[in-house]
């Protein structure tokens, strides 16, 4: 069925792709997240412990609402890890970091969410998305406070 919202084709297609970007990105933050929430240790075990299983069930609830908004806008959101890694710009990592650079990392993670986050704004505003600007708006603000307060937990 053709779609009419008032967002011709092309533009849909571009927020969506837009869109794509970002629930990648937090989808790949999330996984980081629950991971480090999983193996934290040291003298900030338990507070960490619980930020982090904080922060991963946002992101939970977060990446759903972006598919959704994307199949609103008539395509198809990524599916697989592997779609999710190739759209991805939060970097993986080997090994078991320290809690201290768990903490840097995550910040650095939700600084490049945010970053990602405002691209999608901008398109939004190009193509006349006032419903992605609205899903998108709350999450910027989101990551940019929880990287302030990862930064103020590292120092």
């Given at each position: 069925m053709e779609i009419n919202i008032g967002i011709d084709d092309q533009g849909r297609a571009k927020a969506s792709d837009a869109l794509k970007k970002l629930l990648a990105d937090t989808y790949t933050l999330y996984l980081k997240t629950h991971g480090y929430h999983w193996n934290v240790e040291g003298p900030h075990f338990q507070q960490l412990h619980l930020q982090f299983m904080e922060q991963y069930t946002e992101m939970w609830t977060a990446v759903d609402e972006l598919a959704e908004r994307i199949r609103a806008l008539g395509h198809y959101a990524p599916s697989s890890y592997s779609e999710m890694s190739a759209l991805s710009t939060i970097e993986e990592e080997d090994?078991?970091?320290d809690w201290h650079a768990m903490v840097i990392n995550?910040?650095?993670g939700h600084e490049q969410v945010a970053t990602t986050a405002r691209?999608?704004?901008r398109i939004a505003e190009q193509v006349g998305d006032e419903a992605t600007a609205d899903v998108v708006?709350?999450?910027l603000t989101l990551h940019e406070k929880t990287a302030w307060m990862l930064?103020?937990?590292a120092n």
């Open positions: 090994g078991k970091p995550l910040a650095k691209e999608v704004l708006t709350p999450r930064r103020a937990t």
